[in-house]
């Protein structure tokens, strides 16, 4: 019987490996990044962890779910569980279903135990796919196109984004690849299939709801079209044809830009009456300058007791073999993209930590559009990374062509010199470095401690050493990839070879900064923690109501398991009226000591032999306008249960229920969610609608404020009746009877942009009430009232998005036709030919 060496030789055998390795190199690239990302994510993989969300806990109640069409779409819902009421996207996930691949390999998914990882798993790959279908077709040797996907893959700043559960963001980040190469191809071909493949993928990109990766995106290839357009009219060639493909690109972003509308104009409306921009929620992954040390020095940027300092920032971390292969690229690309690609490296490091330098912080907000309301520009350094990989990639393919016969001996003499000139530069600053070190020792330590922080001995020497260590590891990888490159330019090493040292060494680097960050939990608001007695008590209570919980002074999140609604919460948006109200009442806010401002009127600090005690202060010495004011604030807006962690309250109108810590009081003067006013005044603006409510004489279950005239006069409620018969998140219910005209008002946030009244089946002007709650005007009668949640703007953004999607694919439908009939003829002509 024949074995297998019989049949091959060595040297046949390596050949028939090379010829495989590149008539499939594409399938090579799938099985491989799957397995190095299996290797990497195998504790979430077969331990079924579930990743990290940084999303507010879901609705679990079923009464409170929504109920409307919009469910199966990305779109503004209603959350009452938060700040009296406030519209949010439910973007958790929620992009699956806008795509037909999403949303099968979501439902799939839903057989396997661990869906959310192997769901992050599967884009992990098509992101590895992209970029190397990208970079292969931009003419990268597809061994080079593995090093740069793989060193994206396993990019520190990509795996914070994980580790901090912003999928959006990450997921978004995924597409760039791909819009990159279809804008290319449509510059270069002005094809109409391109420009329906680039305007599909940035579109389903922004529908993927990463805000930061879909105007950074923009930005991206905008600057694309830029650089082309200076490019031709500095060389004064083909500058028509340059700006024609730039029409051609534009016109693509904006059809894509059409196509996302469905979210886009719910969010952009709803950002009217939000007090924070579609910027602000974004993770907060760099915060002091002392983090800048984390591009070279891992270990420094995130020491534990630096308050300045995050272990995230250590996701900007730039590795010295991606840095010396980008300066590689850099000396021996020198074309037209080369150049982009470093235009792009520069202006996307200066927009993401152009901030801390106040001559470009002064020109960036001219510069860069909406850059005022990027709350976190630091997001912009995936775009930075992104550039730096593609050139290092550039880099490594570049190196086979360094000996082509076809060159001039006197080129190829002058990028050799240029090219060791840049290695004895990288070589000279990595030795420069540790000895720097060594000497600023003391201007080291004085910086980080400038961050308001007593470092003692061990600390300083900790700072030291871990400097030290991160110098030196720079400079022996630095010197190692220097040595793999030289080899290979000296002919004594295979280019496969290289490629493979310099990835293990780039892996090797990365896998220490990765599983650091991967291992890290998101933060997260802590869940309020209270007696078993109090949750029962709050279980057998079944009539709507909100709670005040009055805790360390940092963000808590609902009850686990129960739907009860906060008069605060998590740091999630929040209306502006709402925000006002807060800030008004200071009921968000916590005074010195951690004692919030409802509380610190019961209680003042004294001094008692030589040490600050708290001691109560008597109701009677309370100033009766603020006591009023809160009474009255809370009762308003339903509030009928209230959690006091530190302090006890000593005021009658509030019962003590459980004197266990933390303390239960129940409000004794609450309001129903819906109640009637007995009479009203007309004011406008803030200071004068909150100066009335300050009066002491004001009482909301009598007076309403409204900010405009009223359709008739009503009289007092006296024999009315207002019962809520159904109460969900988009939808309430309510019967009404009275015998006199009358107004009711609904202890909700007033929001026109999305609530809706009917009554009688009648649609009924909501008005807006002390200043932000609702209110609709009755005539004497029984009443049928129903309050909906339906943003116009998503029937809008709806249509907009419907009618461009068909006109894209109508245009793509065409051109397949065109090319399908245009192949069956010319085949035709050939067979009779």
Not at 488 to 517: H, R
Not at 558 to 584: C, I, S
Request: net charge positive; charged share 15%.
């Amino acid at each position: 019987m024949m074995n297998f060496r019989q049949l091959f030789t060595p040297a046949e055998l390596f050949l028939l490996m090379k010829s495989f390795t590149r008539r499939h190199g594409f399938f090579i690239h799938i099985l491989l990044s799957l397995l190095l990302l299996s290797l990497f994510y195998y504790p979430n993989l077969l331990n079924h962890r579930s990743l990290p969300s940084n999303q507010p806990p879901r609705i679990v109640d079923s009464s409170l779910q929504s109920q409307t069409a919009r469910d199966g779409f990305v779109s503004p819902k209603w959350e009452p569980r938060f700040f009296g009421g406030t519209p949010f996207f439910e973007k958790h996930y929620a992009f699956a279903r806008f795509s037909i691949f999403d949303w099968s390999i979501s439902r799939l998914l839903g057989l396997i135990s661990a869906p959310q990882f192997v769901y992050i798993l599967l884009n992990l790959v098509l992101f590895s796919l992209f970029i190397y279908w990208a970079s292969t077709a931009l003419g990268v040797h597809p061994l080079a196109a593995f090093f740069t996907s793989i060193a994206l893959l396993f990019s520190p700043f990509f795996i914070s984004l994980l580790s901090c559960g912003y999928y959006e963001e990450l997921l978004s980040f995924f597409l760039l690849p791909l819009v990159f190469f279809f804008s290319t191809k449509l510059y270069l071909k002005k094809t109409a299939l391109y420009f329906c493949a680039t305007a599909i993928t940035f579109g389903f990109q922004l529908l993927r709801a990463g805000i930061y990766a879909g105007y950074a995106t923009l930005l991206f290839i905008g600057l694309y079209v830029l650089f082309n357009l200076a490019f031709a009219l500095f060389t004064r060639k083909h500058t028509k044809a340059a700006l024609v493909s730039s029409l051609f690109v534009l016109c693509a972003l904006m059809t894509g830009i059409s196509l996302s509308l469905i979210l886009f104009v719910p969010l952009l409306d709803e950002s009217r009456f939000m007090a924070q921009s579609i910027f602000s929620a974004s993770p907060a992954i760099f915060s002091s300058l002392a983090n800048l040390f984390s591009f070279f020095s891992p270990l420094a940027g995130n020491m534990p007791f630096f308050s300045g300092t995050d272990l995230l920032s250590i996701s900007f971390y730039l590795q010295v073999t991606l840095f010396v292969l980008a300066g590689t690229g850099i000396i021996l690309g020198r074309d037209k993209l080369t150049g982009f690609l470093l235009t792009a490296a520069v202006v996307f490091y200066l927009i993401a930590f152009g901030h801390y330098v106040p001559f470009i912080r002064s020109l960036l907000p001219f510069l860069v559009p909406f850059y005022k309301n990027l709350e976190n520009p630091s997001l912009f350094y995936g775009v930075f990374y992104f550039s730096l990989a593609l050139l290092a990639g550039k880099g490594v393919s570049c190196l086979p062509g360094f000996y082509d016969t076809n060159k001039r001996m006197a080129n190829r003499r002058l990028v050799q010199k240029r090219t060791y000139r840049f290695f004895i530069g990288l070589l000279m600053l990595a030795v420069i470095i540790p000895v720097f070190v060594i000497f600023a020792k003391t201007h080291l330590i004085r910086l980080f401690a400038a961050q308001d922080i007593v470092l003692n001995v061990h600390q300083q020497r900790a700072i030291f050493f871990n400097l030290l260590f991160d110098a030196l590891k720079f400079l022996l990888l630095a010197a190692l990839s220097v040595f793999f490159v030289f080899y290979y330019m000296q002919k004594k090493m295979s280019y496969a070879l290289m490629v493979s040292a310099l990835t293990a060494l780039m892996l090797l680097d990365l896998a220490a900064i990765d599983y650091k960050l991967l291992g890290r939990k998101a933060p997260q608001a802590s869940a309020i923690a209270i007696d078993r007695e109090d949750l029962a008590i709050l279980e057998k209570d079944e009539s709507l109501f909100r709670f005040f919980y009055l805790g360390s002074g940092k963000d808590q999140l609902p009850f686990p398991g129960h739907n009860w609604q906060n008069l605060t919460g998590p740091a999630v948006g929040r209306l502006k009226l709402y925000q006002d109200f807060l800030q008004e009442t200071g009921f968000d806010r916590y005074q010195a000591y951690l004692i919030h401002p409802f509380i610190a009127k019961y209680w003042r600090l004294v001094l008692r032999s030589h040490q600050e005690v708290w001691q109560p202060v008597p109701i009677q010495q309370i100033d009766m306008s603020r006591l009023n004011f809160d009474g009255a604030m809370l009762d308003m807006l339903n509030v009928k249960y209230i959690f006091s962690e530190k302090f006890a309250i000593h005021d009658p109108r509030y019962n003590l229920i459980n004197d266990s810590r933390p303390w239960l009081y129940e409000n004794t003067t609450i309001l129903p969610r819906a109640f009637w006013a007995d009479s009203l005044v007309v004011l406008t603006g803030k200071s004068r609608i909150f100066s009335r409510m300050r009066n002491a004489e004001f009482e909301p279950g009598k007076l309403a404020i409204i900010e405009e005239a009223p359709p008739f006069a009503i009289g007092k409620a006296d024999s009315a009746d207002v019962k809520i018969t159904s109460y969900r998140a988009d939808e309430i219910r309510l019967t009404a009877f009275t015998s006199h005209p009358a107004l009711l008002v609904l202890s909700e946030n007033y929001y026109p942009s999305g609530w809706k009244a009917f009554v009688n089946g009648r649609e009924s002007k909501i008005y807006k009430t002390n200043y932000l709650l609702r209110s609709i005007f009755l005539q004497p009668g029984n009443h049928k009232i129903i309050f909906r949640f339906y943003p116009k703007a998503f029937t809008v953004g709806l249509w907009m998005s419907l009618t461009t999607a068909a006109l894209v694919l109508s245009l793509m439908v065409a051109v397949i036709y065109v090319h399908v009939r245009d192949y069956f003829t010319k085949r035709g002509t050939d067979s009779l030919g």
